[in-house]
């Protein structure tokens, strides 16, 4: 894959897997919430034992369970375009121990900015419904 390919799907991949993100953030049950967080652990389990396969499989799973929160498939499948031509490349990832050493940082990032986005929500569906019994 040449460079402009790879920055033009690198392009794609933030716009789609972001809004995926997005939308994906707010559909999430508890349960997958916390399989979100357990993925994260796996992930930082496999880097620390340089288990490559173990931490891409875990960071796909990871990402496909956020993307197929975001709702219809057309999305997803989106994702699942622009992943087929990165995904032959992607063990190269461990080529740079200290790269390698900060693939999960983003994931644990996510995972509690999840849990804040769901307490923000419950936060805000209840004071619906008491700001209607505030004066003015």
Request: glycine share 6%; aromatic share 4%.
């Amino acid at each position: 894959m040449s460079r402009v390919e790879f920055d033009d799907v690198l392009q794609v991949r933030l716009l789609v897997e972001g809004e995926a993100a997005e939308r994906g953030a707010l559909r999430l049950s508890d349960a997958e919430r916390e399989h979100l967080a357990l993925l994260s652990e796996r992930m930082r389990t496999a880097l620390g034992a340089a288990d490559a396969k173990g931490c891409l499989d875990a960071d796909e799973d990871f990402h496909r369970l956020l993307d197929a929160a975001a709702g219809p498939p057309t999305l997803p499948g989106l994702i699942e375009t622009v992943w087929l031509k990165v995904g032959p490349i992607s063990n190269r990832l461990f080529d740079e121990p200290c790269s390698a050493a900060r693939l999960n940082d983003a994931h644990e990032d996510a995972a509690v900015a999840l849990l804040r986005r769901a307490i923000e929500r419950d936060l805000f569906v209840a004071a619906q419904t008491l700001r209607l019994h505030c004066r003015g």
